[in-house]
């Protein structure tokens, strides 16, 4: 089946002014949903996030025998199996959500049962190969295709495992963790660059007994989940696009309340500070451990500086790279990014095409196999932005449109609701223009 592309109009903005909360965080909502599916009794989520890759997370778990009601109030009520899934109908379908298929792989294979998970085009060119190996080596029988989904698993009991990740990755130390969870005695997942603890934390507040050093998380099976109320914080990585907006005109204001600010995934607020973005951070409070506060931005008079992403930090900015690379030409020093690899086997290949839009904006860059240098002082002009289906490279582009001469068309613009479907109307409550 071939669906038309969307085209979104883009028109330059004179200032961004405003106050948002954001629907919520898309890396916590798959752990609530996929949590309170596995546990026992009927938890109860608000600011669930409205992102289509949730929804694969919801959906799946609805076919493996968990109740999913979407109440009036934007409440999202899940009724759990109690540790033990349905044999599914047919395969469950991931949709474009990574984080779906690796992490339901994690809580199949101890299950009882034969269970396939499929994807989207995209999704089936995504390594799988990084979940593969660690499962097996705790006794599962899982089948890839080349590498890729189609997955096929065979539940059988596994044997805990002391594994160390050689790419840092939540997902995948989030998959070890779940098969972990259902596996007698202890699980360990080492990893060298710490990555988002969402899910340590979600699982402790589920009740499950987790314990963690500055470089490790171990949790001991067998144990069984128990349903939590509560709130998702605000997307911070969704967020990244109205932050990144705001920084590039002098006199803007922002205000995002009710935003997660995880420090394992908070680093643009940093980043943003040594560019020269003035950011204060209020009413901090905790909800089932996640940090939540509200932000206040306001670009400097005299523009943005100069930064470099690369190490651990680049790990951690993962998502936000692309909205970074978008908004450098307008830097004055520019920003190099390195030891960003990852970016290559994401939704697409986001540094390919990062480079490539930045070239048709009129940018000069330079791209290399784990990053990117992008000179600052330039301007760009309007142009057609190829966003390859990837939300985050549709979102991004929108936000360098923004201070270019022109209009800019971003095509395949239907893909910024995998993770926030609110997108262009929300930008366009913000952009004055
Ligand atoms: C995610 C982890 C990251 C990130 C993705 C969401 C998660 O992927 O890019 O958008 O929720 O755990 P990796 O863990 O593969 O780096």
Redesign the pocket.
């Known amino acids: 089946m071939h669906t038309a592309l969307e085209e979104r109009l883009i028109r330059p903005a004179r200032n961004i002014n405003g106050s948002l909360r954001l629907p919520g965080d898309?890396?916590i909502s798959?752990r609530y949903g996929m949590l309170s599916a596995f546990a026992q009794g009927t938890s109860r989520f608000t600011n669930f996030s409205t992102g289509a890759d949730c929804a694969s997370t919801l959906a799946c778990m609805s076919a493996l025998g968990a109740i999913v009601e979407r109440k009036e109030d934007g409440v999202i009520e899940v009724t759990g199996v109690g540790g033990k899934v349905q044999q599914p109908t047919g395969p469950l379908d991931c949709g474009n959500s990574?984080?779906t298929m690796r992490m339901i792989s994690g809580l199949l294979a101890p299950q009882q049962g034969e269970f396939t998970l499929i994807g989207d085009a995209s999704l089936s060119r995504r390594p799988m190969e990084r979940i593969r190996k660690p499962l097996t080596a705790m006794g599962a029988k899982l089948m890839l295709t080349e590498g890729h989904a189609p997955i096929t698993i065979h539940g059988a009991p596994l044997t805990a495992l002391d594994y160390t990740t050689p790419v840092?990755?939540?997902?995948?130390k989030?998959c070890v963790l779940l098969a972990g969870l259902q596996t007698p005695g202890t699980t360990t997942v080492r990893e060298a660059v710490r990555?988002?603890d969402?899910s340590e934390l979600a699982l402790r507040a589920f009740g499950a007994n987790i314990e963690r050093g500055l470089d490790y998380v171990s949790i001991s099976g067998t144990q069984t989940l128990s349903a939590i109320e509560g709130a998702v914080p605000g997307d911070i990585s969704s967020a990244a696009f109205f932050l990144c907006a705001a920084a590039l005109f002098p006199g803007s204001q922002l205000l995002l309340d009710s935003l997660g600010l995880n420090p394992t995934r908070a680093s643009l607020l940093d980043v943003l500070t040594s560019l020269g973005t003035q950011i204060a951070v209020l009413n901090l409070e905790e909800k089932h451990s996640e940090l939540v506060g509200t932000v206040q931005v306001s670009a400097p008079a005299e523009g943005l500086g100069s930064t470099s992403v690369t190490g651990a930090l680049a790990a951690q900015l993962?998502?936000e790279l692309p909205v970074l690379a978008a908004i450098a030409p307008y830097t004055r020093g520019g920003i190099r990014i390195r030891d960003a690899k990852?970016l290559r086997v994401?939704e697409s290949d986001r540094i390919a095409l990062v480079v490539q839009n930045l070239r048709t904006m009129g940018a000069e860059v330079e791209e290399f196999e784990d990053g990117m240098d992008v000179p600052g002082g330039q301007t760009l002009h309007g142009a057609t932005i190829d966003s390859g289906g990837d939300h985050r490279i549709a979102m991004a582009f929108s936000v360098a449109a923004l201070r270019a001469e022109g209009e800019t068309l971003i095509s395949g613009s239907e893909s910024a609701a995998i993770s926030f479907p609110e997108f262009f109307d929300l930008l366009d409550f913000i952009a004055e223009r």
């Open positions: 898309k890396s798959h990574g984080s840092p990755s939540a997902q995948v989030t990555t988002r969402h993962i998502d990852e994401k």
